[in-house]
């Protein structure tokens, strides 16, 4: 983008800048004009000629200056402050697929070794009863909802073998 400060008038002192921007119309290379206002991050007007980008920008200065040459247009904004802070606090919620989703209401929602409450979008694991290191599949029947502090306890060896263990500690 090419910029070029204007001059005079109701552009004052360079605060205001022609720009110039390349853009494809109607299948062929093109400018498109914009009149800018940099330091407020504005933008004026934009036309496919110069002329009628610094037409739309006089028309916007003199529509927007007091009597006592006070700006009185300000540059609408989205979201307030309130509302940003508010969303920049709460994260997205994490998508839960059908399976986890399965396994978490079959298991009541709780670690299927210690009894545990989970949360469905928390860092509970899918567990397989008869680890896939011994044969066990992903059939609905072998998944549980199980923390991942059981999970990790029990490794490659079966729900039984990790109950009795987990008993005998007791």
Not at 8 to 24: D, K, M, N, S, V
Not at 128 to 140: K, Y
Request: aromatic share 6%.
């Amino acid at each position: 983008m090419l910029r070029r400060p204007l001059l005079g008038g109701l552009f004052g002192q360079g605060e205001f800048e022609l720009a110039t921007q390349p853009t494809i119309s109607n299948g062929l290379h093109a400018v498109r004009f914009l009149v800018i206002q940099p330091r407020a991050g504005r933008v004026l007007a934009i036309a496919e000629s110069k002329t009628e980008a610094l037409a739309g920008a006089r028309r916007v200065l003199r529509a927007t200056h007091a009597a006592n040459d006070e700006p009185r247009w300000v540059q609408p904004r989205l979201w307030s402050d309130a509302e940003l802070s508010v969303v920049a606090a709460e994260p997205p919620p994490r998508p839960v697929s059908r399976r986890r989703r399965e396994v978490f209401v079959r298991s009541g929602g709780c670690c299927h070794y210690c009894g545990t409450p989970q949360r469905i979008d928390g860092a509970w694991h899918v567990e397989h009863q008869l680890p896939r290191a011994l044969g066990g599949t992903d059939e609905a029947l072998n998944l549980v909802a199980a923390c991942e502090r059981c999970n990790l306890q029990k490794s490659d060896r079966t729900a039984l073998e990790f109950l009795c263990a987990q008993g005998s500690r007791r």
